[in-house]
């Protein structure tokens, strides 16, 4: 996600704890937000399938995905 989505969600953030959001900065928050969590989850997902557990005998295991 670039930085100034990230900055943009920060901002409204901010401003949402000082005023009540309009209704268009709502629905723009929470498609930013949207984007954001499914980027992280990509990130993580990647992350996760490139783990390998290695066990006290030297073997490497790759991290099994619980369904």
């Known amino acids: ?3 100034s989505k990230m900055d943009r969600i920060s901002e409204l953030t901010r401003l ?3 005023r ?5 900065e709502q ?3 929470a498609a930013l937000r949207s984007e954001y969590l499914a980027d992280w989850r990509r990130s993580t997902i990647a ?3 490139n ?3 290695q066990t006290p005998d030297g073997k490497k295991h790759k991290l099994q ?3």
Do not use: D, N, P
Not at 20 to 24: D, K, M, P, S, W
């Open 1 to 3: 996600m670039e930085q």
């Open 16 to 18: 949402s704890r000082e």
């Open 20 to 24: 009540v959001l309009t209704e268009a």
């Open 27 to 29: 629905v723009e928050r």
């Open 47 to 49: 992350v996760l399938e």
């Open 51 to 53: 783990t390998y557990i």
């Open 65 to 67: 995905r619980i369904k």
